[in-house]
């Protein structure tokens, strides 16, 4: 059974290019979740997914950050234009059912350096 | 921020001691719960805990929930080299949905 998939393991944009992040969740598992990590720091929560739904972005920045989930093939987290300011671990979880009482399936991450 | 708080930031321990991380929140609350992070990797689950209870134990884990505190502790007992992670806690506000809101973790070391 595959877990989380994250893709790519590690990614270097210039600052100003698009950063494009995947995440394929445990087969079955029709809920996403996207967290941030900065350096000696906790995950922030970024936005929740549902199948081709946006439940909740209030973790993510209005501007240059965008979400989806399609009926067919991974999540994609999207960053236009990037600052360094961006450069952080992003972390893709799933769960089953969305239940407040089920645990989050976590992929390994993205890092995301932004010279 | 609704962020919780982890103390101790580090702990450093031998094998076969006991380690303590606690935790505490700013929110009420449905569940809590603890994940592990080995370096440069993804979270893993160890244990959840729901408002209602005060203890669960997984194994060598150990928790406790104070509602009243707002705050948990994990106990992980008779330590391994390989229990060296960072540990974060993790609340589940009542908001009808998963959301989780992470502490600022304990890294913990402990030598063979």
């Known amino acids: 059974n595959a877990g989380v998939m994250q893709n790519p393991r590690h990614l270097v944009r210039r600052r100003g290019q698009e950063a494009r992040l995947r995440c394929s969740p445990v087969?079955?598992?029709?809920?996403v979740y996207w967290y941030r990590q900065l350096p000696e720091e906790g995950l922030k929560f970024m936005v929740y997914?549902?199948?081709?739904?946006?439940?909740?972005e209030s973790g993510m920045p209005k501007e240059r950050f965008s979400a989806e989930f399609p009926k067919e093939g991974p999540s994609i987290l999207r960053i236009q234009q990037v600052v360094r300011g961006d450069s952080a671990a992003y972390f893709c979880?799933?769960?089953?059912?969305?239940?407040?009482?089920?645990?989050?399936?976590f992929g390994s991450g993205t890092q995301l350096s932004v010279l | 921020s609704q962020q919780g708080e982890e103390d101790p930031q580090a702990l450093s321990i031998q094998e076969g001691e006991n380690a303590t991380m606690n935790c505490s929140y700013k929110?009420?609350?449905?569940?809590l719960q603890w994940y592990r992070q080995n370096s440069g990797r993804g979270l893993v689950h160890l244990i959840l805990?729901?408002?209602?209870?005060r203890e669960k134990h997984s194994g060598r884990l150990r928790v406790t929930l104070d509602t009243s505190k707002k705050s948990s502790s994990l106990l992980i007992t008779a330590s391994r080299a390989a229990d060296t992670a960072s540990y974060f806690c993790?609340?589940?506000?009542?908001?009808?949905?998963?959301?989780?809101?992470f502490g600022t973790g304990t890294r913990l070391l402990v030598s063979p």
């Open positions: 993790a609340t589940v506000p009542n908001t009808g949905f998963q959301k989780l809101v």
């Open positions: 805990i729901r408002s209602n209870e």
């Open positions: 087969k079955g598992h029709s809920h």
């Open positions: 997914l549902q199948k081709e739904n946006i439940i909740d």
């Open positions: 979880a799933s769960s089953p059912t969305g239940a407040t009482n089920e645990k989050l399936f």
């Open positions: 929110t009420s609350i449905n569940n």
